[in-house]
């Protein structure tokens, strides 16, 4: 098979109608690696440089609530800044660049899941709709 590893995929595919972000970038644990009192950081294995997560929530209209925040990893060797809050909006809406995705069966339930990574991420080009496709390739991603 021609598929291997992470499938790249375009931000707009995954979040047709934006995302916005929900919680803090935190540098993601190797807890496999990490022993009694010590703290062993993820690193990415085809790069070696640190593996970072935020959660963001999806600005689709139709998502389920239970899958409306996702968490988006960013491979990136210092912590990545999130883009500057937007007069007037709660929340901050956000554009992830370099984007992967990789499915996975849950453990716990049995169900197809979908891991997400980027590259870096950025404040949206054209407010927080990005762009105006919709279809099913978006839901089935962010599912």
């Known amino acids: ?12 595919h995954v979040f047709p109608h934006g995302c916005y972000l929900v919680g803090e970038v ?10 009694g009192g010590r703290t062993v950081f993820a690193k990415d294995k085809t790069t070696g440089e640190l593996v970072w997560q935020v959660a963001v929530m999806d600005a689709n209209p139709a998502a ?10 960013i ?7 999130p883009p500057p809050s937007t007069p007037g909006l709660p929340i901050t809406p956000v554009e992830f660049e370099g984007m992967t995705v990789t499915p996975y069966v849950h453990q716990t339930t049995g169900r197809l899941a979908y891991s997400l990574r980027a590259r870096s991420m950025r404040a949206p080009r054209t407010g927080a709709a990005s762009t105006k496709q919709s279809g099913a390739a978006g839901k089935e991603v962010a599912a």
Do not use: C, R
């Open 1 to 12: 098979m021609a598929i291997q590893g992470p499938i790249p995929i375009a931000f707009e």
């Open 26 to 35: 935190e540098q993601v644990k190797d807890f496999t690696a990490s022993t």
């Open 64 to 73: 389920k609530l239970a899958q409306k925040t996702v968490a988006v990893k």
């Open 75 to 81: 491979v990136a060797p210092v912590q990545p800044v």
